[in-house]
């Protein structure tokens, strides 16, 4: 089960301790928002796309939307989201639990802009009942990610 690579994972950071289990879903933004109390905004949720033929997460807060001009613009393609199926095949995590660590070799991790505005996030641990709160710089390291982006759109303060 993927929870128990992501604990594995965050065993050798000396973290584990702080995965928080719940015994109601977590598996959208809104129902990790009331199972962490939280705002929705402060889920860090990780989408998982097909960038030509190579895994790509990008996790974004819970109230961003991809922003397809800025995807292509980023990335020289259109975004193609993975399909379920592919996302627990190719990340290693199902939908609902799809998280930055402990992924599969060759998938690429990147963080978006609208997490920045946050000192704490809480993204999932694996499962679709996990999460784990993690400081920006926390996120950065344990997701090993290659980089920041800025693709998301409808988190801006107007």
């Known amino acids: 089960m993927a929870i128990e690579k992501v604990r594995n994972y965050f065993e050798t950071l000396g973290v584990a301790d702080r995965i928080l289990e719940f015994d109601v879903s ?7 928002a009331q199972a962490v109390g939280c705002e929705p ?7 998982s796309f097909d960038l030509q033929g190579t895994p ?14 800025k995807y292509k613009d980023c990335f020289s393609c259109k975004a193609k989201m993975l399909s379920p199926e592919q996302a627990e ?10 998280c930055p660590f402990a992924v599969n070799d060759g998938v ?3 963080l978006d802009a609208s997490l920045k505005r ?21 996120l950065e390291k344990y ?7 800025d693709v998301c759109k409808n988190w801006q303060p107007a």
Not at 143 to 149: G, H, K, L, P, R
């Open 89 to 98: 095949t190719l990340v290693g995590h199902a939908v609902g639990g799809v």
């Open 26 to 32: 977590s598996a959208t933004v809104e129902l990790a």
């Open 41 to 47: 905004a402060r889920i860090a949720k990780t989408l």
């Open 108 to 110: 690429r991790v990147c």
């Open 143 to 149: 997701a090993a990610s290659t980089d920041w982006v």
């Open 56 to 69: 790509l997460l990008i996790v974004a807060a819970g109230d961003a939307k991809i922003d397809n001009r």
């Open 118 to 138: 946050f000192e704490t996030v809480f993204p999932a641990c694996g499962s679709s009942n996990s999460a784990i709160e993690l400081t920006i710089p926390e």
